[in-house]
């Protein structure tokens, strides 16, 4: 599938999902305590949990806890268990989010969903805030741990939709969708509003650091 060049400096924008169109918080730290007490595991800075949002989730599983192999599918297992039934529903849209979209939607942009979260999860997500009217397709991670890293994940995109990638964009919250973007040889804008700090951001460099939506928009409808 071939997207058409539209007027703009951007034709085809890719999003994350975690910290970037929503605020996912709750319902991934519930995940991880739910999936830490089935392991018998005690977290006592539930604060420092938020690192987990953006990098591939088993990666944090066994960085944080040195889990062997057996130890992090279990605490996938558990995650999901608890993920799929409340988690995902336990989530709220950034107040600028949707009106963005619909400014780019309306401007004939091709907008994509890019996250390291399940596909199955995401589409959910996207699908339960009515933000899936805007989005061309939702693609994320496989459930059988696959294509989790974000440049796995932008590389399907661009390849599946025939983008190009000088006219291709990525914004995201983490050094995650900066990497990624590099990695495909797309643009990048880094956001601040999210889960990276604006140090991480400057140190992997993004085309564009901006604050919030207003800027999101100044940048894509200049």
Known sequence: MSISKQNGRFENILFDLDGTLTNPKVGIVNSILYALEKLSIIETNIDELETFIGPPLRESFVTRYNLTESSADLAMNYYREYFSAKGLYENEVYSDIPALLEVLFANKYKLFVATSKPTLYAEKIVEHFN???????????????????????????????????????????????????????????????????LEELQLHKPDFIVNNCDEIKAILLN
């Open 131 to 197: 933000l899936n009217k805007y989005i061309v397709k939702t693609i994320g991670s496989n459930l059988d741990n696959t294509r989790t890293d974000k440049s796995e994940v932008i590389s399907h995109v661009i390849s599946t939709y025939g983008l190009q990638t000088a006219n291709s964009v990525m914004i995201g919250d983490r050094k995650f969708d900066i990497i990624g973007a590099k990695n495909n040889s797309i643009k990048s804008i880094g956001v601040t509003y999210g889960y990276g700090t």
